[in-house]
């Protein structure tokens, strides 16, 4: 099952106070480090987090997520959306500013992963990008992977990567876990030439702490195994208590007898077949003991 089945009303019900709330505390953060006049969203769905680039000035805005959006529910205009399978290629005549992809590269397959890459590298030179790691446990991830794997295909596109607002996020209760823990920049390296804040940042980003947990993420999980262990102790001890109830220690009495009547009967078709056998060999030798005595007093 595919991200074509995971857009629905209660989805986004579910979904968009969250990603509203997230959006206002993560956009003016990128504001302070670019000046966008356009920006495009590849993976919008209703288009929360392009509704809130507009309230903070930034009129020319894109959204491109595929056909299973229910376009009554956009919160952008429909000229502003492009319904569009994101497995394929896609190519439009211009560039933006930003290019956003929030937690959707995860619901790509893997085989489609590279394409995906491409879609977002020929849209425009800095990238906000985030994508589930692995285990995050949500709904319809084809392609869970730690943040080096998808830095190493930005890198071989020319892309550096910037990581400088996690640390700003990551207490925010505003802010949902899997944003505070995947959020990344991605930019094209000639334009670190112009953006000397970018470049100071790129420069200070550690490259070897990028797979990390969210506690939020941790807890949740450690929760959901103590409650499946729990359930499994529930059912061990119905089953122990069947096991120790009459009726079944009736049936395993009568399964028990039945194997001993079976073992039994082998048993005694063994003897039989044997008592048998002994039988025909002594009607053998005394059909020859007669036929003998036949025939001496006959020549007699």
């Given at each position: 099952?595919?991200?074509?089945?995971?857009?629905?009303?209660?989805?986004?019900?579910?979904?968009?106070?969250?990603?509203?709330?997230?959006?206002?505390?993560?956009?003016?953060?990128?504001?302070?480090?670019?000046?966008?006049?356009?920006?495009?969203?590849?993976g919008c769905a209703v288009g929360t987090w392009l509704l809130v680039?507009?309230?903070?000035?930034?009129?020319?805005?894109?959204?491109?997520?595929?056909?299973?959006?229910?376009?009554?529910?956009?919160?952008?205009?429909?000229?502003?959306?492009?319904?569009?399978?994101?497995?394929?290629?896609?190519?439009?005549?211009?560039?933006?500013?930003?290019?956003?992809?929030?937690?959707?590269?995860?619901?790509?397959?893997?085989?489609?992963?590279?394409?995906?890459?491409?879609?977002?590298?020929?849209?425009?030179?800095?990238?906000?990008?985030?994508?589930?790691?692995?285990?995050?446990?949500?709904?319809?991830?084809?392609?869970?992977?730690?943040?080096?794997?998808?830095?190493?295909?930005?890198?071989?596109?020319?892309?550096?990567?910037?990581?400088?607002?996690?640390?700003?996020?990551?207490?925010?209760?505003?802010?949902?876990?899997?944003?505070?823990?995947?959020?990344?920049?991605?930019?094209?390296?000639?334009?670190?030439?112009?953006?000397?804040?970018?470049?100071?940042?790129?420069?200070?980003?550690?490259t070897s702490q990028l797979s990390i947990v969210h506690p939020r993420?941790?807890?949740?999980?450690?929760?959901?195994?103590?409650?499946?262990?729990?359930?499994?102790?529930?059912?061990?001890?119905?089953?122990?208590?069947?096991?120790?109830?009459?009726?079944?220690?009736?049936?395993?009495?009568?399964?028990?007898?039945?194997?001993?009547?079976?073992?039994?009967?082998?048993?005694?078709?063994?003897?039989?077949?044997?008592?048998?056998?002994?039988?025909?060999?002594?009607?053998?030798?005394?059909?020859?003991?007669?036929?003998?005595?036949?025939?001496?007093?006959?020549?007699?």
């Open positions: 099952m595919g991200i074509e089945y995971l857009y629905s009303e209660d989805y986004y019900k579910d979904m968009q106070e969250g990603s509203w709330r997230s959006a206002k505390e993560i956009i003016p953060l990128v504001l302070e480090l670019i000046h966008p006049k356009s920006v495009i969203d590849v680039f507009k309230e903070y000035g930034v009129k020319d805005i894109m959204g491109v997520d595929g056909p299973y959006v229910d376009k009554k529910m956009l919160q952008i205009s429909e000229e502003r959306f492009l319904s569009f399978d994101l497995r394929k290629p896609l190519r439009m005549n211009r560039q933006f500013d930003l290019v956003v992809s929030l937690e959707v590269a995860e619901h790509i397959p893997r085989e489609c992963a590279e394409t995906f890459i491409d879609n977002l590298v020929r849209l425009g030179p800095v990238i906000l990008f985030s994508a589930a790691i692995p285990f995050q446990d949500t709904e319809y991830h084809l392609n869970e992977q730690w943040p080096d794997y998808w830095v190493k295909y930005f890198q071989e596109r020319g892309y550096v990567m910037i990581d400088c607002i996690r640390k700003k996020i990551w207490q925010s209760d505003n802010v949902e876990l899997w944003y505070a823990q995947n959020i990344l920049m991605f930019v094209r390296q000639n334009y670190l030439k112009s953006h000397p804040l970018l470049r100071k940042l790129h420069e200070n980003t550690a993420l941790y807890l949740k999980l450690q929760q959901k195994y103590i409650t499946k262990e729990t359930q499994l102790q529930s059912i061990q001890t119905k089953l122990q208590s069947i096991l120790n109830s009459r009726p079944y220690g009736l049936l395993s009495y009568l399964d028990w007898s039945l194997k001993k009547f079976l073992l039994i009967r082998n048993m005694l078709k063994h003897v039989l077949n044997f008592l048998f056998s002994l039988c025909m060999k002594f009607c053998k030798k005394t059909r020859r003991k007669t036929s003998g005595e036949n025939r001496r007093k006959k020549r007699n």
